[in-house]
Each structure stands twice: as structure tokens, then as C-alpha cells.
Nanobody, 121 residues
Framework: QVQVVQSGGGSVQAGGSLRLSCSAS????????MGWFRQFPGKEREALARIWIEDGSTITTHSIQGRFTVSQDAAKSTIYLQMNNLTPEDTATYYC??????????????WGQGTPVTVSS
């Protein structure tokens, strides 16, 4: 049974940094993807980045390039989202997701619990 567990997040002042972590367990091999999403109140989830655990290749949404970086520790089945130069507009709930079909553009099957990130001005 696949489980996805997030950690990190919290509150920070504008210009600050936070790092989110997400670990997946239960996959039989490394041929799956993990990724980050965020959801603003009353809005749909927005995809931020996706990483293929097998080889570390990533896809990052243009809007966060240069400020947010996704990375992985494949040995620990863990990915990270390093968020720098945060602004109040980054305030949202951040979600981690995982799945095999997710690598081919389908919806992720497994989701983390969500982590609130609050950026104050």
C-alpha cells in the first residue's frame, strides 16, 4: 500500500525560505513520479513540479522557476521543494503527490496530507 507523507512548511516573512519534504513508501520500484501542487483558497490545485524518481528528471511550472527548486533523495524515496524569496502570493496549501501513471500526465493517484504555507508581508 502506497503512502505519501509530507513535512515542513509553516510561516515565514516575505523574502524568506522554506523547504518541504515528501516521502513515498510502498512502490515496488523507482518507476514512478512524485510532484508538488499548491491550492489557494477557493481555487483548484496548481501543479508546480514533477520528478521521475527513476532518473531524477524534472518538469517545473514556469511561474516558479528561479525561486522554487525540486530535488530528490531517491535512496530515501523522498523529494523536496526548496522555496526561496517567498511572497504573500505564495500563501497556500501545498500538496505532494505520487503515482506511476502520473509520469505520463495522468492524475496522481496518491496524495499527501497537505501542508499550509503562510507568507506575511
Amino acid at each position: 500500500q502506497v503512502q505519501v507523507v509530507q513535512s515542513g512548511g509553516g510561516s515565514v516573512q516575505a523574502g524568506g525560505s522554506l523547504r518541504l519534504s515528501c516521502s513515498a513508501s510502498g512502490f515496488s520500484d523507482n518507476n514512478y513520479c512524485m510532484g508538488w501542487f499548491r491550492q489557494f483558497p477557493g481555487k483548484e490545485r496548481e501543479a508546480l513540479a514533477r520528478i521521475w524518481i527513476e532518473d531524477g528528471s524534472t518538469i517545473t511550472t514556469h511561474s516558479i522557476q528561479g525561486r522554487f527548486t525540486v530535488s530528490q533523495d531517491a535512496a530515501k524515496s523522498t523529494i523536496y521543494l526548496q522555496m526561496n524569496n517567498l511572497t504573500p502570493e505564495d500563501t497556500a496549501t501545498y500538496y505532494c503527490a505520487a503515482g506511476k501513471e502520473y509520469c505520463r500526465g495522468y492524475d496522481a493517484r496518491y496524495w499527501g496530507q497537505g501542508t499550509p504555507v503562510t507568507v506575511s508581508s
